[in-house]
């Protein structure tokens, strides 16, 4: 049986079913459906902010987001992040300019201010893993250099900083709701924001601009969600609790069996702040280890345990982004990291087994 990073959490059947038996015999399937605003008002209260707007997936949220916000030119974002962050940018015709990471994962503040300019319009930052930004920095920075703040939140879902929850930071934040994560609606995504106007174009724009039955009111497109999509959502985040409680669970027994392992270094979140620990990550420093990452990844995967080498080999390395200029950080970790399986299917004698292939594939 193959152990993967991503599997994606189930809800309750029967809770789903009768959500679709009701979906079915309202004819109501999807336009801003009751579901729909269900999942929207559960997530306004969950991350106690002041709107939630359902999207089809993070990536057209992002999209929904810089449109509403009426960014031009060029965007700061880190290269250390899924390729969707970028691309979603790209794909409307904004240009991405790769920022440098911390050893944290998250785009270094002290680096944007060197790379603002007249054509910035925006900073977009990423809670890469669920571990959130620097954002009250973020913050002031781009207040300082009036430009936008907005976050790719996908990983983020039930994390928070500073005791605010992560959906309250920057003008806009956007959450994914995709099948491999933490609490998934099949596909799907959630643009949070604290902002009345922002939020109302928001909500026009992922239905073709229209505002009532036929006032086309602005450009925009197809980002709706449908009714089954948010039902599943709102299964989802019925157990959302029960998901962190198994993640967590396994992080500790992960740190139990790693920590002592010479160059396998473990990725921990502020112990502080909440999280959702959907990601168990691990950093391979190969002098100390006495092997690569990528040896590792490969036994790993001979014995179906399919660890991933996510966001290999950062964005800005990728061929239809370059050239770039040299992130140091971002080729370190990108050379180094190794996510490993967790959820709830995952069980402690996994675990043990997937530390104890990786002990073995160091004595190599
Ligand atoms: N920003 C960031 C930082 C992101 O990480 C993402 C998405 C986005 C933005 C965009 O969000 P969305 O537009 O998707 O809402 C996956 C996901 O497709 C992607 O959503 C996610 N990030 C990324 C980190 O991971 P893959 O290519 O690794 O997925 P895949 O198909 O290999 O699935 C992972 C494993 O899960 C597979 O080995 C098998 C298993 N699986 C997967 C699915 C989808 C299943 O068993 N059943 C399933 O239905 O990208």
């Known amino acids: 049986m193959k152990l993967h990073v ?39 209260e969950t991350l106690g902010v002041k709107h939630a707007v359902a999207v089809c997936n993070a990536t057209i949220g992002l999209q929904i987001v810089a449109k509403a916000l009426g960014l031009t030119g060029e965007v700061i974002m880190p290269a250390w992040t899924f390729v969707a962050t970028a691309h979603a940018m790209e794909w409307i015709g904004l240009k991405p300019i790769f920022c440098d990471v911390s050893a944290s994962h998250s785009i270094m503040p002290s680096r944007i201010e060197r790379l603002v300019n007249d054509n910035t319009s925006a900073i977009l930052g990423v809670h890469l893993w669920g571990n959130p930004c620097l954002c009250r920095t973020l913050e002031f920075i781009a207040r300082l250099h009036e430009v936008k703040l907005f976050f790719d939140a996908a990983h983020a879902f039930g ?8 959906g309250n930071f920057g003008d806009a934040e956007v959450f994914s709701l995709h099948a491999t994560k933490c609490i998934n609606s099949f596909e799907g995504g959630i643009i949070t924001t604290n902002d009345d106007e922002l939020a109302d174009a928001c909500r026009r724009m992922r239905n073709f601009g229209f505002v009532n039955f036929d006032d086309v009111q602005s450009f ?13 959502g709102l299964a989802m985040l019925d157990q959302f609790s029960q998901v962190v409680d198994a993640n ?12 002592s392992l010479p160059g396998i270094y473990i990725l921990k979140p502020n112990a502080h702040e909440d999280h959702n620990y959907q990601y168990v990550v691990v950093e391979v420093d190969q002098a100390a280890a006495g092997v690569s990452r990528d040896a590792i990844l490969a036994y790993l995967h001979e014995n179906n345990v399919i660890a991933r080498r996510y966001f290999y080999p950062g964005i800005h390395r ?5 050239p770039s200029r040299a992130l140091p950080m971002t ?34």
């Open 248 to 259: 967590k669970a396994n992080f500790v027994l992960y740190v139990e069996y790693l920590e």
């Open 318 to 322: 990728l061929p239809m982004y370059v």
């Open 159 to 166: 994390c928070s900083y500073t005791g605010r929850r992560v």
């Open 331 to 364: 080729e370190r970790l990108a050379e180094r990291v190794l996510v490993l399986p967790t959820g709830p299917s995952v069980s402690g004698n996994d675990i043990e087994r997937v530390c104890s292939l990786i002990k073995e594939a160091l004595c190599k």
């Open 6 to 44: 991503g599997l994606p959490n189930l809800p309750n059947n029967d809770v789903l079913y009768r959500a679709l038996d009701d979906i079915l015999a309202s004819h109501r399937l999807t336009n801003n459906g009751p579901y729909v605003r269900k999942l929207e008002a559960a997530i306004t």
């Open 220 to 232: 925009g497109t197809n980002g709706k969600m449908s009714e089954i999509h948010a039902a599943m």
